[in-house]
């Protein structure tokens, strides 16, 4: 059975940092895609950060130069690391994981950051 158990979120100010992690179980993670996807109410769930198994990385344009994501595959965990957070940053975000057909999600954490 495969497990994705992100860290809690949180409040915090607009212009400050946040961390998130998600660690995996049940999978071979190093053979996976992870992914991080948000969903404001109201909106549609939207891909975050992306990083491959081979360690590339994509990043939505709005969080460009704010967001990184990692990965340690000695640990099974992948994070986002969260810059200058702003108010329009606020959602449930979500981890997951991919390859080929196989797509594995977690339970979503809030982030919610105030102005």
């Known amino acids: 059975q495969v497990n994705l158990v992100e860290s809690a979120g949180g409040l915090v100010q607009a212009g400050g940092s946040l961390r998130l992690s998600c660690a995996a179980s049940?999978?071979?993670?190093?053979?996976?895609?992870m992914g991080w996807y948000r969903q404001a109410p109201g909106k549609q769930r939207e891909l975050v950060a992306l990083?491959?198994?081979?360690?590339?990385?994509k990043y939505l344009d709005s969080v460009k130069g704010r967001f990184t994501i990692s990965r340690d595959n000695a640990k099974n965990t992948v994070y986002l690391q969260m810059n200058t957070l702003k108010p329009e940053d606020t959602a449930v975000y979500y981890c997951n994981a991919g390859q080929w057909i196989h797509t594995y999600w977690g339970k979503g954490t809030q982030v919610t950051v105030s102005s």
């Open positions: 049940g999978l071979i993670f190093a053979n996976y895609n």
């Open positions: 990083i491959t198994s081979d360690g590339n990385t």
